[in-house]
């Protein structure tokens, strides 16, 4: 983070922790700023539409903007500098701009994407209501690990809906369906680099509908708001972050596992090398289904996978 980011970063994390008023003084102290830098950063977030009370006693936050790069920071238990645009062609793209200058545990948030995709190059309808984010990140992993990330981010976004209030499930290898049906709620779509052996960078880009009415959206598709569920975009998109921040990648498999809804189901994957159809029995580290056919169990790293039928 530059220097002044890093500050108001900080300034943010002590005003969300802190249990009452909280004094210029003690702010400048904690944060290694002068007082009037403090009061500074203070006003920026009231203009950001941040209600802060100030009084003899000190600073307190009373109410936060519904979106934006400050109210999704404000109280955010994970690492990532966040960086909001009103509206973009692709917070994946962004992100890659920012990786190729060297910047890395960003996270990057648009209100509205106009070129939206999602993998195989399908397009990805992004209206104003949903969240549109992409993580970028330098994990240190080998590249062939790069799929786990991608499992990880979906167990994020399930987990965030849940705690919405809406059943959501995972389709392998990256869909959030909403329970009992096949409608989509969100989608991941990772990208990486790598540098020999090791991964460059991450970008783990997330498409979630959130609030957005169910009737603008294609066929196929529907909404955490359409499912009767918390439209706050604030919070959602904070849980996915931090969810998958604190997802361990040698762990992510089991979670995944918990949360889906292709195994045992009858699946039909297309792969670069042909057609696989059976039972969808397990999934394998980093994130390749495991399909049992008639001619034996195949290992499927890629594909285009449908549900046909109940085992």
Known sequence: MSGERDTRRRLLDELAAATGPISGPT???????????????????????????????GYAVRSVPDYG????????????????????PSTNDQARERAATGVSDRLVVAGEQTGGRGRLDRTWDSPPGGVYASLLLAPGRPTAHAP??????????????????????????NDVLLAGSERK??????????????????I????????????TLPEGATS????????????????????????????????????AVTLGRVVRVETPGGTVEGEA????????LVVRTDDGERVVHAGDCEHLRPA
């Open 281 to 288: 029995v397990d999934i394998e580290f980093p994130g390749a």
């Open 69 to 88: 790069a400050d109210a999704i920071a404000y109280g955010l238990e994970a690492p990532y500098a966040v960086e909001f645009h009103d509206r973009l």
């Open 27 to 57: 702010l400048a102290d904690r944060l290694g700023v002068s007082r009037a830098a403090v009061w500074k950063q203070i006003e920026a977030l009231r203009e950001a539409g941040f209600e802060v009370a100030s009084g003899a006693d």
């Open 185 to 202: 709620l969100a989608g991941v779509l990772t990208e990486m680099e790598g540098e020999s052996d090791r991964v460059a960078w991450l």
């Open 148 to 173: 786990v990330f991608t499992l990880a981010a979906a167990v994020a976004v399930t987990r965030a809906c849940r705690a919405a209030g809406v059943d959501a499930v995972i389709k392998w290898p």
């Open 224 to 259: 955490v708001r359409a499912a009767g569920g918390d439209t706050d975009r604030r919070r959602f998109c904070q849980r996915v972050v931090e969810t998958f921040h604190g997802l361990d990648p040698d762990a992510v498999l089991s979670a995944w596992r918990e949360h």
């Open 204 to 215: 783990v880009g997330i498409g979630a509908n959130v609030d957005v009415a169910g009737a």
